[in-house]
């Protein structure tokens, strides 16, 4: 380009408007917007449709730390990225380096990848410096760049939410790309894409299985880690962000962004709700010594939290390499800027906050009152979308669970960790059983939160899948090229005998037994139940707790081999779900004063209520549990819901608790090789006597009078359960 050529450019660029930011379309051409507090100059760089014939305008104005210019002429689909100016001071947190081509934080699409090289970085790999030296080798031929998108139109698009109320939600966390790459029934052009995602395939399996929910591992653009790529893997997980407006290139089946946005419609219209997993608290650049990509190059000081008595290092609360500063409002508005975006013109329902803590956390720590949470809190649009936190992250006090504003439901491990436990048979687990079970009151039931405060999971993404809690007792995560010193080292799990695969028939038995007895509890467990994808067909990792880096069949659903029993158990038990009000209370519920009451009540196996002594036998692994409420329609009488849990190995005998009022237990779920009609049978034959106490509440003092009603006996397999339903009896 000649100089003469260049200057006219230079002189075409208008003054335009700081806000919004990143580039914005109008009839005439594009407005350019960009914050940095410390740059002394920003170049925004102009390429062709192959990337290539870089054009720099230098943005003309400043306006309170935003440098904007508009450039008429300019339509949508091209392609952009900036260079910025400013002081190479590692040692002072800045490491600008013009020679850095770098992403713009608000664009809404990214074309092309990131290509490995050393030109990447902002200091040279090979100095003796480190990065205290300086690279002067340019980048743009190695980058992805921004593309201009006119989203006007996708503003004005009617959203219909299905609006499920949060404690009727039933979570299935799954992986773009995962989920439809090797169905067959799905078309090979958009297999692992949204546009596959949403097949009428994929959305009818989804509906048939009755969840109402999807929860997206990360659609951000996001990049792999220079390690990874060394060791010929990849990030399949998401969770290393760069661009909190752009859906992640390789999720597109084409060039348009709306096919994220026809993926949520489709969804709405089958009434399943859309939640995204977002990673706002690290970025894709990592430590000092990572890539300078975006963020960094812009302006290192405002965009990430830095040890303050030495700024070239990097607070690290993620364990990722850096920390993202959600404390500088600038900083704090781009979050908030890519949440509305998110769910007004892409759609979604709600988010899950990875690594939420760090997003908690005020110069002195961990504060549920932080600038953050208040500003979601206060927010029109994001107060009324669902909010999930991921309560924990690697800082000091980063373990939150509990802890979080009312607005947040809170991915809760306690509750994996019991559930594993007690069906496992660990001692003493009574009573951390029923806390979970009853919706874990314990952390939740304060300042007006709910059980839909806690998410209850077995499994997700990080960690076993459930056929492999039940199957292997060692990680096995060799594939990972860490020589298997990666991942969670105790998964509170078994394998029955055997270590992986097996064909002895008692050990799949067992296995099978122990799937459907987690999944009914989840199911059954007051709370937000969420199922990660591929556990009710039967899903393995092979062993592998830490699968982040497995783009490939490890991870990938192989629906040739699907355990459809399974998968029709676990319809059976959402279903259920649906049906009792019971097993999804709005409000926290305890014993019932009136035997018509919303209530739960705690037996032995012996039908006894449990007593303090019995809660606390170190050995015991048996517990039944009575839950009574109204229904809906289109039942017409309060229902009660009994179920019965042997968790030891040996076989069990119980009493069915007599409850007043009610008709005879009737059958519903059992994870034994018995028939419902097997065990009406068995009831029928083993009536026994039980007594049945009775209070009058009219006397001046509480009388109790013995009775007797025929209740029922039945033997429990060793771990197995059981789950009865009763109807209030009607006067003729």
Excluded at 114 to 139: K, M, Q, T, V
Excluded at 262 to 280: K, S, T, W
Aim: charged letters at 20%.
């Amino acid at each position: 380009m000649s100089y003469a050529k260049s200057q006219q450019l230079l002189e075409s660029v208008a003054t335009g408007s700081p806000y919004p930011l990143g580039s914005s379309v109008d009839d005439n051409g594009v407005n350019f917007s960009l914050f940095s507090a410390h740059a002394t100059k920003v170049v925004l760089c102009i390429f062709d449709q192959y990337g290539l014939n870089e054009q720099q305008f230098v943005l003309p104005q400043k306006t309170r730390q935003i440098w904007h210019g508009y450039l008429e002429g300019l339509t949508a689909g091209t392609l952009y990225g900036y260079r910025v100016y400013g002081p190479y001071q590692p040692m002072l947190g800045h490491r600008f380096n013009h020679h850095k081509l770098l992403l713009d934080p608000y664009a809404k699409q990214l074309l092309g990848e990131l290509e490995p090289n050393d030109a990447n970085y902002g200091y040279a790999l090979d100095s003796s410096e480190s990065d205290l030296s300086f690279c002067d080798i340019d980048n743009a031929n190695f980058m992805p760049k921004c593309v201009v998108i006119d989203d006007r139109a996708l503003k004005q698009k009617t959203i219909k939410r299905p609006n499920i109320p949060l404690e009727q939600t039933i979570i299935y966390e799954t992986h773009v790309k995962g989920f439809s790459v090797l169905n067959h029934e799905v078309d090979d052009e958009i297999k692992g894409t949204f546009a596959g995602l949403a097949s009428k395939n994929s959305i009818q399996y989804l509906s048939q299985l009755g969840v109402n929910c999807i929860e997206l591992l990360p659609v951000q653009s996001f990049f792999n880690e220079p390690f990874l790529i060394e060791k010929n893997l990849s990030n399949y997980w998401g969770y290393n962000s760069i661009g909190f407006f752009a859906p992640n290139p390789s999720y597109l089946s084409g060039d348009s962004i709306t096919e994220f946005r026809d993926m949520v419609d489709a969804f709405h219209e089958a009434n399943i709700e859309v939640i995204l997993d977002v990673v706002y608290n690290h970025t894709a650049e990592g430590n000092r010594l990572g890539p300078t990509l975006s963020f960094r190059g812009i302006d290192n000081a405002s965009y990430y939290r830095l040890v303050s008595n030495d700024q070239r290092l990097y607070i690290n609360d993620t364990g990722c390499g850096n920390t993202f500063n959600s404390n500088h409002p600038q900083v704090l508005q781009l979050i908030m800027d890519s949440l509305r975006y998110w769910v007004e013109v892409m759609g979604v329902d709600g988010f899950r906050f990875d690594l939420a803590s760090c997003l908690g956390r005020e110069t002195y720590g961990f504060d549920p009152g932080c600038g953050f949470f208040d500003a979601i809190s206060q927010d029109p649009v994001l107060c009324q979308v669902k909010l999930i936190a991921e309560p924990w992250d690697i800082g000091p006090g980063g373990y939150q669970l509990g802890n979080y504003p009312i607005a947040f439901s809170e991915w809760n491990d306690r509750y994996r960790d019991t559930m594993r436990r007690f069906w496992r048979g660990d001692n003493g687990m009574l009573p951390e059983f029923a806390r979970r079970f009853h919706g874990s009151g314990d952390f939740f039931e304060h300042h007006g939160r709910s059980p839909s405060a806690s998410i209850n999971f077995i499994t997700s993404h990080d960690g076993f899948t459930l056929h492999d809690v039940v199957s292997y007792q060692q990680r096995h995560n060799l594939d990972n090229g860490e020589d298997n010193r990666d991942g969670h080292h105790e998964n509170l799990s078994h394998n029955y005998g055997v270590e992986g695969q097996t064909d002895d028939g008692d050990i799949l038995q067992i296995r099978s037994r122990q799937q459907r007895n987690l999944l009914t509890t989840l199911m059954l467990s007051q709370g937000v139940p969420m199922l990660l994808s591929g556990d009710e067909m039967g899903h393995s990792q092979q062993g592998n707790n830490n699968a982040y880096c497995q783009d490939n069949r490890i991870c990938w659903i192989d629906w040739q081999n699907i355990d459809w029993p399974l998968v029709e158990f676990t319809a059976e038990l959402i279903k259920l779900r649906k049906r009792f009000p019971a097993l999804c209370h709005r409000e926290f519920i305890h014993q019932p004063e009136d035997q018509n009451d919303n209530g739960f009540i705690w037996y032995s196996r012996h039908a006894e209520p449990m007593a303090k002594r019995q809660w606390s036998e170190f050995e015991a692994r048996t517990l039944a549990v009575v839950l009574t409420c109204e229904t809906l329609p289109p039942y017409q009488h309060p229902q009660a819901l009994l179920l019965l849990l042997n968790a030891d190995e040996q076989s069990q005998q119980f009493v069915l608790p007599i409850i007043e009022g009610f008709s005879q237990w009737q059958p519903l779920i059992n994870t034994q090789q018995l028939a419902n009609s097997d065990i009406e049978s068995l009831l029928a034959k083993n009536k026994v006597k039980v007594a049945v106490t009775t209070i009058d509440d009219g006397a001046s003092e509480q009388v109790v009078e013995p009775s007797y009603a025929c209740s029922y006996q039945l033997t429990l397999l060793g771990r197995s359960l059981m789950l009865f339903h009763a109807c209030e009896q009607q006067n003729e």
